[in-house]
Structure formats: structure tokens, C-alpha cells
């Protein structure tokens, strides 16, 4: 059955294109108004045809920008893990939905993606969050590709925008025992000079579980890195998640102090455990609320973190996680193998090492000519 066109006004028409019967034998249609000449709503319909023609359902052509997420969404809960899934949503609720939901999925063109991102950059988003929601929309139309209810992904043509990369903060060797003086004691004391001391990552050490220690070594404790814990940004809470890859699955070493005051800590958890008595929900967390759950990272830096920096006269735009910077920077300033603080900060590569810690080799590279100099022409410098 072909199109209609039914004028509904100057410039203005409806375009009904017939979908078939749905499973009652009612007729379905695809209406759409359009605003312009009467050729312009001509157009659309050989446009919509042509898809039908290239095998594309037209029953797709009716359906919403946010329909299609609900079923991809459905779909890939079953195909990643449960808090990328969670990620995906809260990504596309919060940034492309409000701006892009209503919109029909065949009707998106390129330019409908680039304004999004213009959008949200202006709106003063990263370029970092921008990419992540350019993927997830790049992704999500991937899939309806493959089940034939576009033709083409209009979202792979669009560039996303660069990342600003941070500048990296660390602390030098003067900074750092100046940062281990005043940490407070208690808790929060411990878990800075945890974080500190072994370059874990704040959902790494959040997330930590007393089984995932060991204390009882002579030399050294071990913690055993397998999970993190994610914060939810919205409504609050928490959940597990796995590493971020492979290579963060791994076992960091740490020193006898640490292994004391850990140990010390745990002796205070169990006392307060039992004074809480029904009230604590026992995570068997290292680190823990008073209540046995997560502690937020933000309450971390805004009442611990940012505290000891300042009564350290540190400078206040260092990060929490720019212990883990201070960590691979000082542990390569005290000749540890480039390897070995590849694999202890769960790095995907040396040359990741290497690449984001070049202001560490500078040292090592002017002594170089000197040392091969001794081995060429024997002047024994």
C-alpha cells in the first residue's frame, strides 16, 4: 500500500505509511508531520520505502530513540558486567535521553550526534564523559545494524571530541614523610598511609576485604587485589564489581608498619562491631562505616584527604588519586624495576609505565652517557 500525504495546513502535511496488522488485525501506521513543501513529504516517504526496500522492517521506522535503548539495554545486561550495565544506564538516562529519547530511531542523522556533543560540552562536561557517551550510543546502534532496524550508524561518522588530559600530581620524597606526619590517627590515618604505601586504587582499598590480607609474614604483608567496590552516584549505595582488567588482578606488597597498624585496626573494627551489635552490617571490610558498609571516596578526600594536605601545607588541587601517582613515582625514584611497579600498580603494560612517568627517567638518562662512556673507552667514570 503506498504512502499518504493529507495537507493539514500551509506547508504542513501528515504522512501516513502503512506498517501492516498488528497480532488483533488491526492496521498500524507510520505518521509523521511535515513541516515545508509537499515534495519534501514525497521525499520522506521514498526515503522510508527505500529502507523497506533494503530489507529494514518498517515497523522499526516507527519506533523511538528511547524504545530502541530498552531493548538494547535489555539485551546487553546479558552480554556485561552488572555495574557497566548500570553504567550504561545511568550514561544514557542522564545525557542522551532527555535530548534524543523522542526522537525516531530511523530519523537520526549525523548532525543530531554532534549537536548532542556540542551540548554537553558546553553544558561543561569532559571530554572524557563525552567519549564514554559516544561509545555507548556507538555501540547501542551497532546492535540495531545487525538486527536490521537501521540501515546505517549515523553516530560512527561523527569524530568525538579530544581528552584533556590531566595534569599528574605527585608528592616528592620530602612531601610524602611530610603527608605521613600529619595523617590522623585511627581509620582514616591507616587508609592514607595504605593508600600511600601501595598504590591501590581508591575502589581498590574502599572495596578491600580482611580474607584479601595477609598479616602473618615476617618480612612484608600481601594484599591480594580481586574486586573493587563502585560507588552509585545516584540514590547513594554500592555494589561489587570485578577489576578494571586483567592486569589489576594481581598481589601488591607493603611494609611491617603497615602490617602493625592493620592489625591494630582490626582489633578497634571488632570492638566497635560488637558495640554496634544489630546495627552493623558486617562486609568484612578492611575499611568500613561505622555501620560495616562502604565508605564513600568522597567523604574520603572532603573530610580526611583535603584535611591533611592542608595541615601538611601541601597544595590543595592534589588528588586522592594522586597517591597512587606519589606510589609508581617514588617506588621508580628508589631504583624499583620499571617492571616490577608496572605489575605492583596493576599497569597494562611497562610502556604505559614508562610513557606516563617520563618526569621520573630524566635522572637516569643524563647518567647514561657517563656510564657508557666508562664501557666504550674504559675511563672508569
Known amino acids: 500500500m503506498p504512502g499518504q500525504i493529507i495537507k493539514r495546513g500551509d506547508n504542513t502535511w501528515l504522512v501516513r505509511i502503512f506498517l501492516g496488522r498488528d497480532t488483533k488485525g488491526k492496521r498500524t501506521y507510520l505518521n509523521k508531520t511535515i513541516h515545508g513543501t509537499k515534495k519534501d513529504a514525497q521525499t520522506f516517504i521514498r526515503e522510508k520505502e527505500r529502507a523497506r526496500d533494503f530489507g529494514l522492517p518498517l515497523e522499526s521506522l516507527n519506533i523511538t530513540f528511547n524504545e530502541y535503548l530498552d531493548r538494547w539495554l535489555k539485551f546487553s545486561e546479558q552480554h556485561v558486567r552488572e555495574y557497566s550495565h548500570f553504567w550504561y544506564k545511568q550514561l544514557l538516562e542522564s545525557y542522551v535521553r532527555p535530548t534524543l529519547g523522542t526522537r525516531r530511531l530511523a530519523e537520526l542523522q549525523p548532525l543530531d550526534f554532534q549537536s548532542l556533543y556540542d551540548y554537553l560540552l558546553e553544558r561543561g562536561l569532559s571530554g572524557r564523559t563525552v567519549r564514554h557517551v559516544h561509545a555507548r550510543i556507538v555501540t547501542a546502534l551497532n546492535q540495531a545494524v545487525r538486527w536490521r532496524m537501521i540501515q546505517q550508524n549515523h553516530a560512527s561518522l561523527i569524530k568525538p571530541p579530544k581528552i584533556v588530559k590531566r595534569e599528574m600530581h605527585f608528592l616528592t620524597p620530602e612531601e610524602a614523610a611530610r603527608f605521613l606526619v600529619k595523617t590522623e590517627q585511627g581509620q582514616y590515618g591507616t587508609m592514607l598511609r595504605f593508600a600511600l604505601a601501595t598504590g591501590l586504587r581508591p575502589e581498590e582499598y574502599l ?111 592534589i588528588r586522592l588519586y594522586d597517591l597512587r601517582h606519589s606510589y609508581v613515582t617514588l617506588s621508580l625514584i628508589s631504583g624499583v624495576k620499571p617492571k616490577v611497579v608496572s605489575q605492583q600498580a596493576g599497569h597494562s603494560s611497562v610502556a604505559f609505565t614508562l610513557d606516563n612517568y617520563a618526569h621520573v627517567i630524566p635522572e637516569e638518562r643524563e647518567g647514561a652517557s657517563d656510564k657508557l662512556e666508562s664501557l666504550l673507552f674504559n675511563t672508569g667514570a
Open 207 to 317: 572495596g578491600l576485604q580482611w580474607k584479601e590480607l595477609e598479616l602473618d609474614r615476617t618480612d612484608r604483608g600481601v594484599v591480594h587485589i580481586r574486586r573493587v567496590v563502585h560507588q552509585l552516584s545516584r540514590g547513594g549505595g554500592w555494589m561489587w564489581g570485578d577489576v578494571k582488567s586483567p592486569s589489576s588482578r594481581r598481589d601488591v606488597y607493603f611494609p611491617l608498619t603497615l602490617v602493625h597498624e592493620l592489625k591494630k585496626h582490626r582489633i578497634q573494627q571488632q570492638e566497635l562491631r560488637l558495640r554496634m551489635g544489630k546495627e552493623y552490617e558486617d562486609h568484612n571490610l578492611v575499611f568500613a562505616t561505622k555501620f560495616g558498609t562502604p565508605i564513600h571516596r568522597k567523604f574520603v578526600t572532603t573530610y580526611h584527604f583535603k584535611p591533611t594536605l592542608k595541615r601538611a601545607e601541601l597544595p590543595h588541587t
